[in-house]
């Protein structure tokens, strides 16, 4: 039951429907008023069958085709009728506010609405010098912060080279103080100092009657290390500067060959090492 009276309410609030149904009444008027006249169905019938409905084709054409033709006819003109009229009274409307805006605007201002506007003006205008002296002052404030911020820094540099130059004079005499101890000490004392490659070919050449071709120690050391020569070459000027070799001879006997020979204080240091 409810889907249908929806699907009624639906047709009945169709345009189609209710324009048809108007133009229907329209067109049939005298059947309606004899319809609900106080007369009985007989003489309603008769009446009827004999004034308003004469035969089959007047009931097609007043029942059906004009009252069709002119729902038609109001549902596809109405719009645009109305739109013409719409149109006509919108631009109407639009003139009359255009009117007003202008009566109204060239109207003069009263005496308390002048003195209103003159006090909010004169409002503003003391915020706004407020707020430019406020941010003046903050501003001042920001720049003295920055101008101490920037002598702090300079004096802060400035107390770190100071402390820098300090600190270099303190290590240069560190190091001179080493150096001094170091061509006083002797070896035994310098040992941990010492690489190890260096005690190795302290022992090496101690072991071969404190003499040695510096080609043969190359070779030695090739068999632990990659690119042995530059090693070597450290540990003998390693050596050296401790006062333990002497410089390179030539032994004429076997040909332009370079010797490494222990001194006095290489030959102290390999006995106290027992290598020999």
Known sequence: MDSIRLQIYER?????FGSFF????????????????SKNYDEKFDFIDNNIFLSKFDIWVHCLLLPATTSVAFILLYPVISKVFYG???????????????IEGATLLTKDESLAIRLE???????????????????????????????????ATEEK???????????????ETKSIEGKNANPNEQLSAMEI???????????????????IIYRNFNDQFKDAKVRVDYYIDEA?????????????????????????????????????
């Open 22 to 37: 108007i133009s229907w009444a329209c067109w049939n008027y005298r059947f309606l008023v004899v319809l609900f006249s």
């Open 161 to 175: 080279k100071s402390i820098d130059s300090q600190t270099l004079k303190l290590s240069n005499a560190e190091l």
């Open 240 to 276: 050296k500067k401790l006062k333990l070799l002497l410089g390179d001879s030539v032994r004429r006997e076997i040909g332009s060959a370079y010797v490494l020979s222990l001194t006095e204080e290489g030959r102290r240091f390999a006995v106290q090492q027992k290598y020999v």
């Open 197 to 215: 490659g260096t005690l190795k070919l302290i022992e090496m050449i101690a072991k071969n009657n404190g003499q040695m071709e510096r080609l």
């Open 12 to 16: 009945l609030n169709s345009p189609l």
């Open 88 to 102: 006509y009274w919108l631009r109407r409307q639009r003139e009359l506010k255009a009117l007003r805006d202008e």
């Open 121 to 155: 003006l004169i409002k503003s205008e003391t915020n706004y010098k407020e707020t430019i002296n406020r941010l003046t002052d903050e501003n001042n404030v920001i720049k003295k912060q920055l101008s101490e911020m920037l002598i702090s820094n300079q004096q």
